[in-house]
Nanobody, 121 residues
Framework: QVQLVESGGGLVQAGGSLRLSCAAS????????MGWYRQAPGKQRELVAT???????NYANSVKGRFTISRDDAKNTVYLQMNSLKPEDTALYYCNTQARITAFRAYDTYWGQGTQVTVSS
């Protein structure tokens, strides 16, 4: 009912930048919070950043000052600008959102398929 498609991942050298995008599509009445999570090999999935529909943001301590999350509600899209990338940022990055398909439904949680970010030293 709601699909999330991420893009923008890739291979970058340490100190470089990438911008991830995640577009939500399908039967959408409204979108609540949107966020990014990541999972490195052998590690648990962890929160990177979230943004509410009011624009309030939250970041993991490890990315504060380097990453910026933003959203374009007209496009149902969330972005993650990643600067000063480090090898330890290497992971599969997942988009996450809460959305509802009608005014009478509660919000459900949706995940994208993930986009790989690899930072070389």
């Amino acid at each position: 009912q709601v699909q999330l498609v991420e893009s923008g991942g890739g291979l970058v050298q340490a100190g470089g930048s990438l911008r991830l995008s995640c577009a939500a599509s399908g039967r959408i009445f409204s979108i609540g919070f949107m966020g990014w999570y990541r999972q490195a090999p052998g590690k648990q999935r962890e929160l990177v950043a979230t943004i509410t529909n009011g624009g309030s943001t939250n970041y993991a301590n490890s990315v504060k000052g380097r990453f910026t999350i933003s959203r374009d509600d007209a496009k149902n899209t969330v972005y993650l600008q990643m600067n000063s990338l480090k090898p330890e940022d290497t992971a599969l990055y997942y988009c996450n959102t809460q959305a509802r398909i009608t005014a009478f439904r509660a919000y459900d949680t949706y995940w994208g398929q993930g986009t790989q970010v690899t930072v070389s030293s």
